[in-house]
């Protein structure tokens, strides 16, 4: 059984966030090429779809009818690329420590494997944050849109819209640890993801149930029309807090099951 750190509870997590924000940060600095070809993929992305779409507008006049459309693609993509880097960043962090065989050591920590993954969460969550800002940034200038960037009100959106995803991210982190190769259907859920930031919130309510919708709506509302997050109802409010912290637990604890399955397999530092 661990023990907890000696320098006591806060302190050592806070020692255990710093170590971890600093090794995400260093693999980043350390691998320039990977780094900026990952910024660049998502921006030309982005720019066909964006370019050859106004292009497309543009060749039967409708621009301007489609000029509120593109925003609503700025917004959407500027999420998107939040919660890819979310998702992706814990299922392919539980996959590496896995394929590196330090799985294990990280389990035998005496932090406790869930303040470790916590750490690792609350490090993605931030690198969203900065590969969003950096996207939104390259799109808002390239494309001559204009959008209202309150940071009082898109940071927090974009925070509890991500955790939802998180929880996602947190089960297909588990089935990894389980089933091992699970790449296909880890790549699969981009495209689900784009799905869940476009779902039909106003006009099927139930929608807004689900991962991303209700904050993506909202980012939509914030970000086009400028909307300041205080004068959201109540109700929006608790339902982006609800599904947010709401799917990150329940992931997680889909997560902890399957850490049981693969201690009880022993199959968990197998690779």
């Keep these: 059984m661990s023990t907890p750190p000696a ?28 780094t900026l070809s990952q910024i660049v993929s998502v921006y030309l992305f982005f720019a ?4 050859g779409g106004r292009a497309a507008a543009s060749s039967v006049g409708g621009v301007g009818s489609l000029s509120s459309t593109l925003d ?18 814990l299922a392919m962090n539980v996959t590496r ?16 494997f869930g303040s470790v993954m916590g750490a690792k969460v609350v490090a993605n969550v931030l690198e ?22 309150d940071l009082l009100t898109v940071v927090p959106i974009s925070v509890f819209a991500v955790a939802s995803v998180v929880g996602v991210g947190f089960v297909f982190a588990g089935l990894a640890m389980v089933y091992k ?13 784009i799905a869940l930031i476009a779902a039909p919130v106003s006009e099927v309510a139930v929608v807004r149930l689900l ?21 959201f109802s109540a109700a ?23 850490t049981g399955v693969a201690r009880r397999r022993g199959v968990m530092g197998d690779y």
Excluded at 7 to 34: F, M, Q
Aim: aromatic letters at 14%; proline letters at 2%; charged letters at 10%.
């Design 7 to 34: 320098d006591g509870g806060t302190a050592g997590r806070l020692t255990l966030l710093r170590a971890v924000v600093y090794k995400k940060a260093l693999l980043l600095v350390r691998y320039p090429v990977n």
């Design 48 to 51: 066909v779809i964006f370019f």
């Design 72 to 89: 609503g693609l700025v917004v959407g993509w500027f999420l998107w690329t939040m919660s890819l880097t979310a998702y992706f960043g």
């Design 97 to 112: 420590e896995s394929q590196w065989g330090t799985l294990e050591q990280l389990y035998m920590s005496p932090y406790g």
């Design 128 to 149: 969203s944050l900065v590969w969003g800002g950096i996207v939104l940034a390259l799109m808002l200038l390239t494309t001559d849109r204009s959008l209202a960037v």
């Design 181 to 193: 190769r699970v790449e296909n259907v880890t790549q699969l859920m981009q495209f689900v993801l």
């Design 211 to 231: 991962p991303l919708s209700q904050g993506s709506a909202m980012l939509q509302l914030a970000m086009r029309d400028g909307v300041h997050l205080w004068e």
């Design 236 to 258: 929006n409010l608790a339902l982006l807090v609800g599904t947010g912290v709401g799917y990150a637990a329940l992931g997680y604890a889909v997560f902890a099951y399957c």
